[in-house]
């Protein structure tokens, strides 16, 4: 039997699907009635017809970008680990690097990235580091924000009970810490995509990004909508997944 909440959540979920086909009846109609010509907006059904027409084309670009985001986003999530770790281990460590990481931020993507494509070339390493770095920032600042604010009864607890800083990080600190580690994987799993676009469009050979930028150049708008639903797409893709991982992990946890 489907329980109250579930049904509940199914009515929630309408509300923006009827929405936003109403957008796309609307965007259709107008299309249409006014004769907008493809290269200023494509009407809806010209996008759906790039998937179907190029999607051999479409196929090939997406695995590229999808490479670059999941290695880039893997190698994000073992940094933050290993640094948060050290940084909870040592605390003049902390003091050192994380005002120097929280001014890195400030940086535009789009002054790193060409950097990375001079000194790394056109292949794909340059756009792994790219979404390395783009996604390390929000899952170590979540990660360490999870380690530093645990109930300090608990601190106090494990410490009459005369447990050693490694004791305590494993079965207190790192636990306790995983639901605010998961907080900010589902904020970089939505940068991972995008990131990889970005750094393929600033320079590249293949991907997503690339796509676009030739669809762009050629005034084929509708193939640059294609493949922006795409990188949409995978990147709720990536979010659900995380979702996914923390519901598993977290009642292990409990």
């Not at 995008?194 to 050629?218: F, H, I, N």
Request: positive net charge.
């Amino acid at each position: 039997m489907i329980n109250l909440k579930t049904i509940d959540k199914i009515k929630d979920s309408i509300y923006p699907i009827l929405t936003f086909l109403f957008i796309l009846v609307v965007w259709q109609i107008c299309v249409g009635a006014y004769d907008i010509p493809q290269y200023i907006l494509p009407a809806p059904t010209e996008i759906i017809e790039v998937f179907i027409k190029d999607y051999k084309n479409l196929y090939e670009h997406t695995l590229i970008t999808l490479n670059e985001a999941t290695l880039g986003f893997i190698i994000a999530i073992i940094l933050s680990l290993i640094i948060g770790i050290a940084m909870d281990f040592i605390p003049i460590l902390k003091k050192c690097i994380y005002p120097i990481m929280v001014v890195s931020q400030t940086i535009p993507t789009i002054t790193i990235a060409p950097l990375l494509v001079i000194w790394f070339g056109f292949d794909i390493l340059p756009k792994i580091i790219m979404v390395a770095l783009t996604c390390f920032f929000p899952i170590l600042i979540s990660f360490v924000d999870g380690i530093e604010n645990i109930d300090k009864d608990y601190l106090n607890l494990f410490k009459t009970m005369h447990s050693n800083k490694l004791n305590t990080f494993i079965h207190l600190k790192f636990p306790m810490a995983m639901d605010k580690f998961f907080s900010g994987l589902k904020i970089s799993a939505t940068y991972a995509v995008v990131a990889a676009t970005v750094a393929e469009w600033l320079g590249g050979t293949k991907g997503l990004g690339v796509y676009m930028v030739r669809s762009k150049s050629a005034y084929a708008l509708d193939k640059v909508f294609s493949s922006t639903i795409l990188v949409v797409i995978f990147s709720l893709v990536f979010v659900g997944i995380i979702q996914i991982i923390k519901k598993i992990a977290l009642k292990h946890n409990d």
